[in-house]
Antibody, heavy 120, light 107 residues
Framework: QVQLVESGGGVVQPGRSLTLSCAVS????????MHWVRQAPGKGLEWVAV????????YYGDSVKGRFTISRDNSKNTVYLQMNSLRAEDTAVYYC?????????????WGQGTRVTVSS | EIVLTQSPATLSLSPGERATLSCRAS??????LAWYQQKPGQAPRLLIY???NRATGIPARFSGSGSGTGFTLTISSLEPEDFAVYYC?????????FGGGTKVEIK
């Protein structure tokens, strides 16, 4: 069955960097775009970034543009989110999600999430 | 950026009752709207896409309607497992955006 498993979360100081990973299985990874979505404690959902199935296009939310970088390794069935210059407001559960169909940006399915806490 | 406004913020209902949730877009998104359900401690789950299409495995009591700037998610008869938070999301333009959510709670 389709599985998405995030890892790499933890506690990090403001201004530092962290890289999240999302390993997938159960589908042809190289055929699907992948997203990161986050949720701050007690808050709603915020879309973070997307990378096209072949890595040719990437888009970012305004709050992370210039600080976060999404990438993928289709040989490892893994998508990454490199987060630089972290701020307290980046504290959230980070979910990876697959696009529902090729170039159709509905999120289905989702991983279980990995928690990132930015604190000194 | 397209802003999605969900109402009400909280809906207090009893099992068996009908739930009607609203999502309003700051500009037209056509039919490019989806609904997600999130239960405590869980990842969201896609319920409805393209405004009115149920995702795989979603019960028929969930239905979506609307186009342009006004959308509705209806749960025809609430089951105990339906008490959760519901979010709408648009894919009409970048950045992708979510509404603030509606919590459906047990009255």
């Amino acid at each position: 069955q389709v599985q998405l498993v995030e890892s790499g979360g933890g506690v990090v100081q403001p201004g530092r960097s962290l890289t999240l990973s999302c390993a997938v299985s159960g589908f042809t990874f190289s055929s699907y775009g992948m997203h990161w979505v986050r949720q701050a404690p007690g808050k709603g959902l915020e879309w973070v970034a997307v990378i096209w199935y072949d890595g040719s296009n990437k888009y970012y939310g305004d709050s992370v543009k210039g600080r976060f970088t999404i990438s993928r390794d289709n040989s490892k069935n893994t998508v990454y989110l490199q987060m630089n210059s972290l701020r307290a407001e980046d504290t959230a559960v980070y979910y990876c999600a697959r696009e529902k169909e090729w170039l159709v940006n509905w999120f289905d399915p989702w991983g279980q999430g990995t928690r990132v806490t930015v604190s000194s | 950026e397209i802003v999605l406004t969900q109402s009400p913020a909280t809906l207090s209902l009893s099992p068996g009752e009908r739930a009607t949730l609203s999502c309003r877009a700051s500009q037209s998104v056509g039919s490019n709207l989806a609904w997600y359900q999130q239960k405590p401690g869980q990842a969201p789950r896609l319920l409805i896409y393209d405004a009115s299409n149920r995702a795989t495995g979603i019960p028929a009591r969930f239905s979506g309607s609307g186009s342009g700037t006004g959308f509705t998610l209806t749960i025809s008869s609430l089951e105990p497992e339906d008490f959760a938070v519901y979010y709408c999301q648009q894919r009409s333009s970048w950045p992708l955006t979510f509404g603030g959510g509606t919590k459906v709670e047990i009255k």
